[in-house]
C-alpha cells in the first residue's frame, strides 16, 4: 500500500499569498495518477486536480499541480477567501486507492 | 445535473448491519465505476470499496473485506453497500463517489454525494 504523507499539517496565510501544499508518497505513483481534493467544513470533497497536474471542469487557474514520481505539489497562486479549507491527496495509480491525511489551510 | 445522494446511514449497535444506497442521476451510470469512501470524524479520507461498471469486479479495503459487501443495479441508477458485524472503528461519514472516466476502475473522484453519517454505538 501507498502512503502519502502531506505537509504542512497546517498552513496559516493571508489573503493573496501563494500557498504550496507537498503529497510525498512512500513509493512511486504509476503514471502520475495523483489527484488533490478540496473539503470545507461539513462538505464533500472536490475534485481540484487529477493526473497530478490537470485541473478539473470548472477549476481557476489558481490552483495548479505539479510533480512526478514520489513527490507532488498543490500551488494556490493568490489565496481567495473561499479557498480556505483542507486539501487532500489521493493516488489512484495502485491497488488500494489513498489519500494522505490532509493539509488544512486557515487564515492567518 | 450530475447528483449522487447517499442514504441508509443510522445509529446501530456493534455486530449489527445496515444497508446503504447511493442514488445517481444526471449521467449514464452504467458507464463508470463507482466507490464508497469514508471519513471518521476529525479524521482524512479513507477508500472503502470500488465496484466496476457493470458489477463484474469488486475490490475491498482490509478494514472491510469479509465484513462489506458493494453492489450497483444499472437499471435502478443505485449503488450499494452493505455492511455487516460492524464495529465501533467503522463510525464515519460514508460518501460515493464517480469515476472520471468511463469504463475505468481505478480513477479520479470528479463527483461526490454529500455522504451519510453512520455512527455504530451500544
Known amino acids: 500500500e501507498i502512503v502519502l504523507t502531506q505537509s504542512p499539517g497546517t498552513l496559516s496565510l493571508s489573503l493573496g499569498e501563494r500557498a504550496t501544499l507537498s503529497c510525498r508518497a512512500s513509493q512511486s505513483v504509476s503514471d502520475s495518477y495523483l489527484a488533490w481534493y478540496q473539503q470545507k467544513s461539513g462538505q464533500a470533497p472536490r475534485l481540484l486536480i487529477y493526473?497530478?497536474?490537470s485541473r478539473a471542469t470548472g477549476i481557476p487557474d489558481r490552483f495548479s499541480g505539479s510533480g512526478s514520481g514520489t513527490d507532488f505539489t498543490l500551488t494556490i497562486s493568490r489565496l481567495e477567501p473561499e479557498d480556505f479549507a483542507v486539501y487532500h491527496c489521493q493516488q489512484y495509480g495502485s491497488s488500494p486507492q489513498t489519500f494522505g491525511q490532509g493539509t488544512k489551510v486557515e487564515i492567518k | 445535473q450530475v447528483q449522487l445522494v447517499e442514504s441508509g446511514g443510522g445509529v446501530v449497535q456493534p455486530g449489527r448491519s445496515l444497508r446503504l444506497s447511493c442514488a445517481a442521476s444526471?449521467?449514464?451510470?452504467?458507464?463508470?465505476?463507482m466507490h464508497w469512501v469514508r471519513q471518521a470524524p476529525g479524521k482524512g479520507l479513507e477508500w472503502v470499496a470500488v465496484i466496476s461498471y457493470d458489477g463484474s469486479n469488486k475490490y475491498y479495503a482490509d478494514s472491510v473485506k469479509g465484513r462489506f459487501t458493494i453492489s450497483r443495479d444499472n437499471s435502478k441508477n443505485t449503488l450499494y453497500l452493505q455492511m455487516n458485524s460492524l464495529r465501533a472503528e467503522d463510525t464515519a461519514v460514508y460518501y460515493c463517489?464517480?469515476?472520471?472516466?468511463?469504463?475505468?476502475?481505478?480513477?479520479?473522484?470528479?463527483?461526490w454525494g454529500q455522504g451519510t453519517m453512520v455512527t455504530v454505538s451500544s
Open positions: 463517489a464517480k469515476d472520471q472516466r468511463w469504463l475505468q476502475l481505478w480513477d479520479a473522484f470528479d463527483i
Open positions: 493526473g497530478a497536474s
Open positions: 444526471g449521467f449514464t451510470f452504467s458507464s463508470y465505476g
